[in-house]
């Protein structure tokens, strides 16, 4: 499984990939996970505003923080 956030480093940024990686971690997958930092590459998802959480090429989230919850139904699907 291959995840990325999308996102500049700003503290929301910063949050979710922490939360994603706890909901790795507690759904117990094997997962990938890089941040995208450059802004061409954020862009080319259809995506309006960071951060954003992208889940074997689908866009789960954007523009906010979803809960882990969330997180981890998305991996689990």
Do not use: F, H, N
């Not at 862009?43 to 090429?57: A, K, N, W």
């Amino acid at each position: 499984m291959e995840i990325k956030i999308l996102g500049t480093g700003c503290p929301k940024c910063r949050r979710l990939e922490q939360l994603t990686r706890e909901a790795v971690t507690e759904a117990g997958v094997d997962a990938t996970i890089t941040k995208v930092t450059d802004i061409d590459s954020i862009m080319s998802y259809p995506i309006t505003s960071t951060p954003g959480l992208v889940i074997d090429e689908e866009l789960k989230s954007s523009g906010r923080l979803p809960r882990k919850k969330e997180i981890i139904d998305w991996i689990q699907e």
